[in-house]
C-alpha cells in the first residue's frame, strides 16, 4: 500500500508542547488551565480511629434510645397510676360525699333524741317532784322513834302503841289511843328498830317534835333514853324526829355532813323539808338536791 503523505502543518497555528512530567511545569497565574488537586487515600491508622468513634456514636445511640425507652414507659406508667388516682379520689369523694350525708342524717337525729331526752328528763323531774311532794303529804303526820333495842320484841301494834304513848307523856304531850291512826315497825340493818306513827291531827307531830328538842337542850347530858321510856336493858339515846320521804333522808343526811364540814350551825327538817343556817342571825337555807348542797361547799 503506498504511503499517505500529511501536508505539512501550517506554522501560524499555535502548537501545544506537553512535558512529560507536568509537576515541573510551572503554571502561569494567568494560565486559564485549572489543577485539580487529587484526593489522598486514608491511612489505616484513621480508619481505625473512625470506625471507633462510630461505634462509640452508635452505643451511645442505643444507650440514648434505652433510656428514651424507659422514659416513655415510665411516664406511661405514671400516667396511668395516675389515671387510677383520680378515679379512686373520685370514689372516694363519693364515699366522703356518703358519709358526709349519713353524718348530718346522724347529727340531725342525735339532736332530736337530745331534745327528747332533755323534755323526758324534765318530765321525770317534775313527776319525782310530784311524787315527793305526795309522800310528804302521806307522812305529815307521822314521826319516828329511832334507835330503840333490836332485844326489845313487839308482838302487836298494842305494845307500839304504848312505847309511843309512854315517849310523847315523857315529853309532856297527851296522846290517846284514839289519836294514833297507825303504827309500824322497821327493823334495822343493825341493833336497832325503828316505829313509825301516823297520827290523826298533824298538831300533834308538830308538839312532839318541838317538845323532843326542848327536852334535849335542857338536859344535854341525860338526853332522851330507851331507859326514860321503860325499855328493859341497856339504856341507850332514841331520837325522835318526822318521818321522811326515802329521798329527803338522804338530803338530810347529806346536808348534816356538809353543815359539819363547813361550820354551819343549824341543820333540821319542817314538812319534810330540809334546811340549814350559818349562824343564829343568818337566814335559812332550803336545801332541794345535791347538786346544791355541792354549790355551797364550793362557794365556801
Excluded at 9 to 34: A, C, E, F, Y
Excluded at 77 to 90: A, D, M
Excluded at 104 to 114: A, G, V, W
Aim: charge should be positive; aromatic fraction near 4%.
Amino acid at each position: 500500500m503506498p504511503k499517505t503523505i500529511r501536508s505539512p502543518p501550517n506554522r501560524d497555528q499555535k502548537t501545544t508542547m506537553s512535558d512529560t512530567d507536568l509537576t515541573k511545569i510551572d503554571h502561569d497565574n494567568t494560565s486559564p488551565i485549572t489543577q485539580r488537586t487529587k484526593r489522598r487515600r486514608g491511612s489505616p491508622a484513621n480508619k481505625e480511629h473512625s470506625e471507633d468513634i462510630k461505634n462509640m456514636m452508635s452505643s451511645w445511640q442505643e444507650k440514648q434510645n434505652r433510656i428514651l425507652n424507659k422514659l416513655v414507659s415510665d411516664v406511661a406508667e405514671i400516667k396511668l397510676q395516675n389515671s387510677q388516682i383520680q378515679e379512686s379520689n373520685k370514689e372516694i369523694e363519693k364515699a366522703l360525699e356518703f358519709i358526709s350525708c349519713k353524718y348530718e342524717d346522724m347529727r340531725e337525729k342525735i339532736e332530736i333524741l337530745e331534745s327528747e331526752r332533755k323534755t323526758h328528763m324534765a318530765q321525770i323531774a317534775y313527776l319525782d317532784t310530784k311524787v315527793e311532794d305526795l309522800q310528804r303529804v302521806i307522812k305529815k303526820s307521822s314521826i319516828e322513834i329511832r334507835n330503840l333495842p333490836k332485844e326489845k320484841i313487839f308482838n302487836n301494834k298494842k305494845e307500839m302503841c304504848n312505847i309511843v304513848q309512854s315517849t310523847c307523856k315523857l315529853l309532856n304531850v297527851t296522846v290517846a289511843e284514839s289519836d294514833i291512826k297507825d303504827v309500824i315497825l322497821l327493823k334495822g340493818k343493825g341493833n336497832n328498830n325503828t316505829i313509825v306513827t301516823e297520827f290523826t291531827r298533824n298538831i300533834l307531830k308538830d308538839d312532839i317534835i318541838r317538845n323532843a328538842r326542848i327536852y334535849n337542850r335542857q338536859n344535854p347530858n341525860k338526853r332522851l333514853s330507851s331507859g326514860d321510856i321503860g325499855l328493859a336493858g341497856e339504856s341507850k339515846p332514841i331520837y325522835v324526829s318526822e318521818a321522811l320521804t326515802n329521798r329527803s333522808r338522804t338530803l338530810f343526811s347529806l346536808a348534816r355532813n356538809v353543815a359539819k364540814s363547813e361550820q354551819y350551825k343549824f341543820c333540821w327538817t319542817s314538812n319534810g323539808k330540809v334546811y340549814i343556817r350559818k349562824t343564829q342571825e343568818s337566814s335559812h337555807i332550803e336545801i332541794k338536791d345535791e347538786l346544791q348542797l355541792s354549790s355551797i361547799k364550793n362557794v365556801i
